[in-house]
């Protein structure tokens, strides 16, 4: 019997996974994002808007749950901070 590899970031599975989400997207939900972006972001590890220095542009659209709605206030806050991508 193979072990399943371990997720390098929390789970949303149950309670306890909605409830890491919730202390690591504090910022996300602050902005106003949608939860599939937050969640993207979140198993990105990406979690606050000065993180998204570590990435481009096309790397945060190809996020699964990214819209773009939320890509567009990303990019708003990004600019009002004077935080550019990668």
Request: zero cysteines.
């Amino acid at each position: 019997m193979s072990e399943k590899p371990r997720r390098k970031s929390p789970s949303p599975q149950g309670k306890r996974g909605s409830e890491l989400y919730e202390a690591l997207d504090a910022e996300w939900r602050k902005i106003g994002l949608p939860t599939p972006a937050r969640r993207a972001l979140v198993d990105a590890r990406l979690y606050k808007v000065s993180d998204l220095r570590n990435i481009t542009l096309d790397q945060l659209i190809g996020m699964q749950g990214m819209s773009k709605s939320a890509v567009a206030r990303i990019r708003a806050i990004m600019e009002a901070k004077g935080i550019r991508f990668s």
